[in-house]
């Protein structure tokens, strides 16, 4: 006997999440960690957009890596986007878990679309000469995605929103930080070249031979230093969430804004060591997230990035507009709680399996 086609899409819908869990679980350790936190309701969006946008990173690097064509690749990412768009989604359980999102939420496309473009830089293997041209790659590879975070956790407004951008920014400058060797080893510098020259080192010769020196050092500290600066004013930002997505969000910032911590504590040396904090200091982190922490209003208050301008005034210009009937009609609806316990669900199932074997 055949199920109706709502359950039918039901245990799809189980089916996708369960294998976007998966993803989360190997992909991003820091990032599956600070998602625990989250309220069952938000769980699920947050993974499959999330797991969407790891899947299409892989795929372009994938493709520079294996030497083919990173633009075809984007080519279909934006097919993929289209159809996800028209509710149409191709046969990729990411695919099909971020329409439920996005249909669910009505979430800006300009945000992905702000995404893709920053891959595209990376295709294009564009050079970046000051922190204005970094801050402008990471608010397209990172600041979208704080904005898509913030935007279905409920934070509509133009303060949250550019907190919420500036923390990717400051998560992706702490990653730049981090990686200088590893990128280096590809071919990709995001060091601003101005500082490196600034510092007495050619870029290019640099990036011919990378190796580590006081000069280096110096540079990836001023580049922490900045990302420090973007992680105190991002915070006051929290307060504008949901008070049950707040812990959450501050344990990714302090994870995060720990990498750069021991980055210091080993020498700053990103050529020959990539920093990694360990299981026992994210635990602590992930506790001391929960405390109760004091936004300063002079960052609440205080201009955005202008590299992460453009995003907000996306987000504000999309918030203004009538809501269709079918989002009203999803928005009533208590999907983010079924959505929820069926992650719930499946975190047991694997436990149930994994013992089982």
């Given at each position: 006997m055949l199920m109706p086609t709502a359950q039918t899409q039901a245990l799809r819908r189980q089916q996708d999440l369960l294998a976007c869990v998966e993803m989360m679980r190997g992909g991003s350790k820091s990032f599956f960690a600070a998602s625990r936190l989250l309220p069952a309701r938000m769980r699920a969006a947050s993974i499959a957009l999330y797991a969407f946008c790891?899947?299409?990173d892989d795929l372009v690097d994938q493709?520079?890596?294996?030497g083919g064509d990173m633009h075809a690749s984007l080519q279909q990412l934006h097919r993929r986007l289209d159809q996800i768009y028209d509710d149409r989604p191709e046969a990729f359980v990411e695919d099909r878990a971020l329409a439920v999102v996005v249909h669910e939420y009505s979430l800006p496309r300009a945000l992905l679309d702000a995404l893709l473009e920053g891959f595209a830089w990376d295709a294009q293997a564009r050079q970046y000469q000051s922190i204005e041209d970094v801050h402008a790659y990471g608010a397209r590879v990172a600041g979208s995605v704080g904005a898509m975070m913030c935007w279905i956790m409920g934070g509509r407004n133009a303060a949250t929103l550019a907190r919420a951008c500036e923390l990717g920014v400051a998560m992706q400058l702490t990653n730049i930080a981090r990686d200088v060797g590893e990128d280096a080893r590809n071919g990709r510098l995001y060091l601003p070249r101005q500082w490196l020259t600034d510092a007495g080192i050619d870029?290019?010769?640099?990036?011919?031979?990378?190796?580590?020196?006081?000069?280096?050092?110096?540079?990836?500290?001023?580049?922490?230093?900045?990302?420090?600066?973007?992680?105190?004013?991002?915070?006051?930002?929290v307060a504008g969430l949901p008070r049950d997505c707040r812990a959450a969000i501050l344990a990714a910032r302090l994870i995060?804004?720990?990498?750069?911590?021991?980055?210091?504590?080993?020498?700053?040396?990103?050529?020959?060591h990539r920093a990694v904090v360990g299981r026992s200091r994210k635990l602590a982190l992930l506790s001391r997230a929960w405390w109760p922490y004091a936004a300063s209003p002079q960052w609440a208050q205080c201009a955005p990035l202008p590299a992460i301008a453009y995003l907000v005034d996306v987000c504000v210009r999309a918030g203004a507009q009538p809501l269709s009937m079918r989002t009203v009609h999803m928005l009533r609806r208590p999907l983010g709680q079924r959505v929820g316990w069926m992650i719930e669900l499946f975190e047991r199932q694997q436990v149930l399996r994994r013992t089982a074997r």
């Open positions: 790891r899947v299409a493709a520079q890596a294996a870029p290019d010769q640099w990036l011919q031979q990378p190796r580590i020196s006081p000069a280096l050092s110096q540079v990836v500290e001023r580049l922490l230093q900045e990302a420090d600066r973007l992680y105190q004013q991002a915070t006051s930002g995060y804004a720990e990498i750069g911590q021991q980055l210091r504590r080993d020498g700053l040396n990103p050529v020959d």
